[in-house]
């Protein structure tokens, strides 16, 4: 644990002198520290202007998150849930100081049930570390948001990322949840130890909390749904002469039902930066990467209904990767394209915000934004999860220079207000966190905030559990 001496007394000496720049005991904490200055920074928090939390506790079980949790809403001292760090909208921030919650220290993989396609996992254990546990048993979760990122992170983020198209968000794949709330009491959002693959019983507890950010509780277990590994994977690459060809093709794919388990596009800045970065040798055009998963028989109808798509909108010939190494290394290249971006201005940071819209608009909104990019003499390579509307700009800013970072601020939200003005909404996946507060209200209106803030009221009346994030703070 974080300190030596017990949970109680440890938080209320520190609540006695949480001035003092250390707090008694904290034998990790200036390490703890270090690491969260350098998530921060890898996170172009830069444009937040966050600070860190006064103290950082190591729970390794549930009561003692509820047992710290108790001290915490006894003493009003705010409480920010910490997974691995990897979100993009300055969701660990601790804006009003306060305790960070590091969950890393719980870490089992527990209750796998194989022939019921579900396992129940801590909020240390990441997707990576998951899938490596799961290999000898035929059953995969799919949900790769790319980052190796905790799964109860990912629930409390709503996230997504290259499978989203065949196998759903994370909205779609948490059965139930066991969630700290903020005075310390310990639900199950659908009931302890259940996990039906679905129910209508009473209010969908377990979707309110996914995508909640740390803002009305801290998740300490997440039952997940598997899925078999697909008998055959084969993966492609298409190179096209026009953005609105690549995404034509995408909806078109998507409209003759091919069950695609990806189809990943990136704009002609992104797969120069790829090429560069990964040391590939793709045609430098907007460019589709995609994956097709089934059995032998279906991959091949699946192939060959796509390739004669793309080719009628004047795709290239597929470039394949079939076997593990080439398709591994291939999603790997995706996968680094926020390190491939940066290495396009060494010294800069980036900062990686996402809209999504219905597929329809998608060439439109692409479209207007590399016109927008352009423009303002901007860099922001191009990437999105096309198969569900989602795209990325990975904005590489200098941080020294607060003129392009205003520009940057600028062209973000303009971004936003295009894709609300076409339907959409102003992040797919990535979350509110700090940086989207205000877009939240222009998109779901002040009723639905103020039913918003009712919820946060009535689980959190003190706004203990990561204050600030999701909504905007209210006038005195």
């Not at 998150?65 to 909208?89: D, Q, R, Y």
Request: charged fraction near 20%; include cysteine; hydrophobic fraction near 40%.
């Amino acid at each position: 644990m974080l300190f030596s001496c017990s949970m109680h007394s440890y938080i209320n000496s520190w609540s006695r002198c949480a001035s003092k720049s250390q707090a008694p005991g904290c034998s990790q904490n200036q390490t703890v520290h270090a690491e969260w200055r350098a998530v921060s920074e890898s996170v172009a928090m830069f444009l937040f202007r966050c600070c860190p939390p006064d103290v950082v506790v190591f729970p390794h079980c549930v009561e003692e998150v509820s047992a710290l949790a108790k001290v915490c809403h006894n003493h009003h001292l705010p409480i920010i849930p910490f997974g691995t760090g990897t979100g993009l909208e300055g969701g660990v921030g601790a804006l009003k100081g306060g305790v960070c919650f590091s969950l890393r220290n719980m870490d089992q993989v527990l209750d796998l049930h194989q022939e019921d396609f579900d396992v129940t996992v801590e909020p240390g254990v990441t997707r990576k570390a998951l899938n490596a546990y799961l290999r000898e048993t035929g059953l995969w979760f799919p949900v790769d948001p790319g980052a190796d990122a905790s799964l109860c992170g990912m629930a409390a983020t709503s996230a997504s990322g290259t499978n989203a198209v065949r196998y759903g968000t994370m909205r779609e794949n948490v059965l139930n949840l066991e969630v700290v709330l903020a005075d310390g009491t310990i639900i199950h959002t659908a009931g302890k130890g259940r996990r039906p693959r679905k129910t209508s019983a009473g209010y969908n507890l377990t979707n309110l909390f996914v995508g909640s950010e740390g803002t009305l509780g801290i998740i300490t277990k997440s039952t997940l749904r598997l899925y078999g590994i697909p008998e055959a994977m084969v993966s492609a690459v298409c190179s096209f002469p026009s953005v609105q060809a690549a995404v034509d093709s995408t909806v078109q794919v998507l409209q003759a039902g091919v069950p695609i388990a990806r189809i990943e596009f990136l704009d002609e800045v992104m797969i120069d930066a790829c090429n560069r970065f990964s040391s590939l040798s793709y045609p430098v055009t907007p460019t589709l990467f995609l994956e097709f998963h089934g059995s032998e028989r279906s991959v091949e109808e699946q192939v060959n209904l796509t390739e004669d798509i793309t080719q009628s909108n004047g795709g290239s010939d597929f470039q394949w990767a079939r076997d593990a190494e080439t398709r591994n290394s291939l999603w790997k290249a995706r996968h680094d394209a926020w390190y491939a971006a940066l290495a396009l201005r060494p010294g800069c940071k980036a900062y990686s915000t996402d809209v999504c819209v219905p597929l329809s608009r998608l060439p439109q909104i692409i479209v207007e934004t590399k016109e927008d990019l352009m423009e303002n003499r901007l860099t922001g390579p191009i990437a999105g999860h096309v198969g569900d509307g989602n795209f990325h700009c990975l904005m590489v800013v200098d941080p020294s220079d607060p003129e392009e970072q205003h520009r940057v601020h600028l062209f973000t939200e303009r971004l936003a207000r295009r894709a609300l003005a076409m339907d959409g909404t102003c992040t797919g996946e990535h979350g509110v966190g700090l940086g989207k507060r205000a877009l939240l209200c222009e998109e779901v209106g002040h009723t639905a905030i103020n039913v918003m803030q009712g919820l946060k009221d009535a689980l959190d009346p003190k706004n203990l559990m990561n204050p600030g994030k999701v909504l905007q703070p209210r006038e005195p």
